[in-house]
């Protein structure tokens, strides 16, 4: 897996042709809420139980 | 019977009509989880033509003296119904008398793919005119094929397995943390940590994870020395493969309208969950309907 692949992946993912400009300030003091965090932990559990099929 | 390490599968022929034969193979101790199954042949004894009619095929031209052989994956539904899937057909010269082999590898993956208990392998055979309506009508009753407890009993339907043992020709899990590059020789699955914080572009944008354990699989696989009844095309040697991936979920920041928001994203197949040698090119087994 290659960082590219990685970047490649989540513009996909978001829809996105490129990375978005975004500087310290945009994320300065920015706090996750309690409901995107639960939903970040319920797909890291799912993810660690999940098994697709690959090959 | 016809190789020289694997134990013969006799099966039964349970309902026989003139053109079409239902056989049944017990399965049953088969096929361990630690075996791949690689290909399944059935091999069928199409017996002699016997003597008189054989004279009047001399009257057909070689193309009129042909049937089709079409071979069906037969399955019993829970409700009773039952559907089949074709599995392989071809084209047999009523002249000829001998072993027949047929490619029933994708009844062999489905019948896998069933809920235990397993029922039988079950494979309906059936004999058909080469082309409807041309030649004469019953020419393709004269390919019989030999049943169980036929005067050739040693004629009886065989099902050949041919399987490799998992513990050879298969991957070794996780690699010994402590082996160097050097000594890493079998397919595993081997650390391999991707630190997002330090990629420029995830910079602002990617607040979770800062990065992740992404695995890969390294290491190579044993290739089998014997030769496969039917050649598929295209197939190449085993390698070591990511038989198995994970999603990787990340927490970005997502900028709308001068407001920044953080949301939840899944990349799929981003992580290593198991590594496996596979065939490249080989066939991906249908997916069993519901």
Redesign the interface.
């Known amino acids: ?1 290659t ?1 590219q692949q ?2 490649h ?2 513009l996909q ?2 829809g996105l042709h490129q ?2 400009v ?3 300030a ?2 300065e003091g ?1 706090a ?2 309690a409901h ?2 639960a ?2 932990v319920a ?2 559990q799912r ?2 139980g ?6 | 019977r016809f190789s020289q390490n694997f134990r013969e599968v006799a099966g039964r022929f349970l309902a026989s009509e003139a053109s079409t034969h239902l056989l049944v193979f017990g399965m049953e101790q088969r096929l361990p989880p630690s075996r791949e199954l690689v290909q399944a042949v059935l091999r069928l004894f199409q017996e002699p033509v016997p003597k008189a009619a054989l004279r009047r095929l001399e009257r057909l031209p070689t193309r009129g003296a042909r049937a089709r052989v079409t071979i069906e994956w037969l399955r019993v539904r829970d409700d009773g119904s039952n559907g089949t899937s074709l599995i392989d057909s071809r084209l047999v010269s009523v002249r000829e008398s001998g072993w027949q082999a047929f490619d029933v590898t994708e009844a062999v993956n489905f019948w896998q793919q069933l809920r235990r208990p397993r029922q039988p392998l079950l494979l309906q055979v059936s004999v058909q005119k080469e082309l409807p309506g041309a030649g004469p009508a019953d020419i393709h009753r004269l390919v019989r094929f030999a049943e169980q407890g036929t005067r050739a009993a040693r004629a009886e339907p065989q099902l050949e397995l041919h399987t490799l043992d998992l513990q050879d020709y298969g991957a070794q899990g996780n690699c010994d943390p402590e082996a160097g590059e050097s000594k890493i020789t079998r397919c595993c699955r081997r650390e ?1 940590y ?1 630190d ?1 914080q330090g ?1 420029k ?1 995830a ?6 994870p800062p990065g992740f354990l ?1 695995y ?1 699989c390294v290491g190579s696989c044993l290739q089998p020395p014997e030769p496969l009844t039917f050649k598929w095309p295209f197939l190449g040697p085993r390698q070591c ?15 709308e309208g001068g407001r ?12 290593v ?2 590594c ?1 040698c ?1 065939w490249d090119g080989a066939l ?1 087994p249908r997916a069993l309907e519901p």
């Open positions: 897996l960082e990685v970047l992946s989540l993912q978001l990375v978005p975004l500087d310290r945009d994320v920015l996750v809420p995107v965090r939903e970040y797909l890291l993810s660690h999940d098994r697709s099929r690959g090959k | 391999t991707l997002l990629m572009w910079e602002n944008w990617v607040l979770e992404a890969e493969i990511a038989s198995e991936t994970a999603a990787l979920p990340m927490i970005v920041s997502i900028k920044t928001r953080p949301q939840v994203v899944s990349l799929p197949n981003m992580r969950q198991k496996s596979a991906v």
